[in-house]
């Protein structure tokens, strides 16, 4: 389904539910708000003016805490590695459920909702479960401390999502539109490639979307999978950064920011992605 | 239905098997047989059920089961706090859209950044308790994350504040599907606010309600590593420790992946118990999009 945006006129209530209303809303935004606008001010403050006054606004701007924030973390490199291993994840899910997902759509063969049903059901299953014996065969495959293995691991989370979510979206592809292309003497293949995927391209964003969001936020499988310094993804280094610098606010405050901003950069340009997508899994997208 | 042979479907779902008995299936193999071994390093002998025997006896096991369950408290102050938030919004209210933008904006914060932040905001001499001792509240300025008797709930407002914006997004948007001329028809016959969502709104909201409770319990039995981690460690002393906290420590402190595999294989049984619900709800809500 999706969501709506239209705006409708206001509807008249009597005043005093009103206010009941409104006082909700703004209250559950001041609570949002707070904790933003807290790392946002400490950010800039020195760490005399951070102990003298956590609330108020800064007497000066200080961005030395980014510069300090900088080189105490290596978060470009951080940076680097989320990217590379959420962009690998992705591009291995999304192959892996598209093929699949055309197949649980629109092809028949015997164990189809079995087998449907059973993936969409390791949706569910926490990481944590599969850790240790992941962990033991990545060993063994001498795949530990490598993006590949990382990769493979989260691209495999992740297709449980990317199944369902895709093979809902191929069933609602007119039949007649596949039909005419039979008749032109297309395969299989070239049915999917060049019918199917161009016109999915909005469940291909929010699935792409929320993969990225999962992976990019993982930080068990990181901390298993990925010990070392420079192979750390973004959570795990501010995770270690954090702690390390958890005397200096300021410079910690610096440091989350600069974390978070690729994502609210996302999040702003690619807001009703998110939403259909995380709504998603409860709602057909 | 594609006219194919019969092996043509099982070429395009082989990549995705093979993909998932690399991620699901091997693992959850594995831990059965690596829960009945004490195994050091690699491999080790069999065992039975003694490492189960071993979690059972172990007072930090009940401890983390223990707190697994007091985070379920979470469940229903979420579920309260989403429902009546979407329903306000769903009444467009002025600037609704932005209000929903914003409320969601904590689910799209990575929780390792939530929680280094608010265990900031918690210290004993943090911001938190500046605004309480300026308002006033002194004795109310307590050590949030050091002392082990609240710790764990200052770890569970800070999962509410991050998880409400997605019951919010949940039920807003499942409420924009519901026929208005319900609420309308129950307004004419003069019910009040409170009637309409208890009568009207709720029953038309079950079933996301069901989905979102299992979801919910789901996560805070198996999914809160990130902000335990994150904030508190397990600590003070295991104050705050989980199931999830208990099976990395063993299998990566520890060395005893035996342990760890048969608390992980606990923790598969449950979520396999919670996912009936889900699918009954699934199979209902596809037959209703059918009919």
Known sequence: MIVSDKSRPVRSYSLS??????????????????????????????????????????????????????????????????????????????????????????MDFKIRNPLLSAVTALMIIPPVVMLVPLFVLLTNLGLTSTYWGAI?????????????????????????????????????????????????????????????????????????????????????????????????????????????????????????????????????? | MLRTNRITPYLYLAPMVLLLVFTFGYPLVAIANFSTRRIRGISGPFIGLENYRQIFKDEVFRQAVEHNLILLIAVPIML???????????????????????????????????????????????????????????????????????????????????????????????????NEELIDAAKVDGADWGQRLWFVIIPQLRSVIEFYVVISIITMLAWVFSYIYTISRGGPGN???????YIYNFAFRNQLPGIASAVAAILFVVTLILMFPLFRFRSETAMEEMG
Do not use: C
Not at chain 1, 197 to 215: D, E, F, K, R
Not at chain 2, 239 to 245: D, F, Q, S
């Open chain 1, 152 to 285: 493979l691991v989260y691209g495999g989370m992740v297709t449980p999502f990317s199944v369902y979510l895709l093979t809902n979206f191929f069933k609602t592809i007119p039949f007649e539109i596949v039909e005419s292309a039979l008749l032109d003497g297309a395969t299989s293949f070239d049915i999917l490639w060049r019918i199917i995927l161009p016109l999915s391209a909005p469940a291909m964003i929010t699935m792409i979307v929320v993969n990225l969001l999962w992976v990019w936020n993982d930080l068990l499988i990181a901390l298993v999978l990925l010990p070392q310094d420079n192979l750390r993804p973004l959570m795990v280094g501010i995770t270690v950064f954090g702690s390390r610098y958890n005397k200096d606010v300021p410079v910690t405050m610096a440091g989350m920011l600069m974390a978070s901003l690729p994502m609210i950069v996302v999040y702003l340009f690619g807001q009703r992605y998110f939403i259909r997508g995380l709504v998603a899994g409860a709602i057909k997208g």
């Open chain 1, 17 to 106: 539910a009103d206010v009941v209303r409104y006082s909700l809303v703004i209250l559950a935004a001041l609570a949002v708000i707070f904790p933003l606008y807290f790392t946002v001010i400490t950010s800039v403050k020195t760490d005399e003016n951070y102990s003298r006054d956590k609330i108020g606004f800064p007497t000066e701007i200080h961005l030395e805490n980014f510069n300090t924030a900088l080189r105490g973390g290596r978060f470009f490199l951080w940076f680097k590695n989320s990217v590379i291993l959420a962009s690998g994840a992705v591009v291995i899910s999304t192959i892996v459920s598209a093929l699949a997902a055309f197949a649980f759509a629109r």
């Open chain 2, 80 to 178: 309260i706090i989403s429902i009546i938030l979407a329903v306000v919004l769903f009444e467009r209210i002025r600037g609704w859209q932005f209000f929903r933008s914003l409320l969601f904006v904590p689910y799209v914060l990575a929780i390792p950044v939530v929680g280094v932040v608010f265990s900031n905001i918690l210290q004993l001499n943090g911001v938190q308790n500046q605004i309480l001792r300026s308002l006033g509240l002194e004795r109310f300025a307590l050590d949030w994350i050091g002392n082990p008797q609240i710790t764990l709930y200052s770890v569970m407002a800070v999962i509410i504040w991050r998880e409400v914006g997605f019951g919010i997004v949940l039920f807003l948007a499942r409420l924009q599907s519901i």
């Open chain 2, 239 to 245: 104050a705050t420790i989980v199931m999830e906290l």
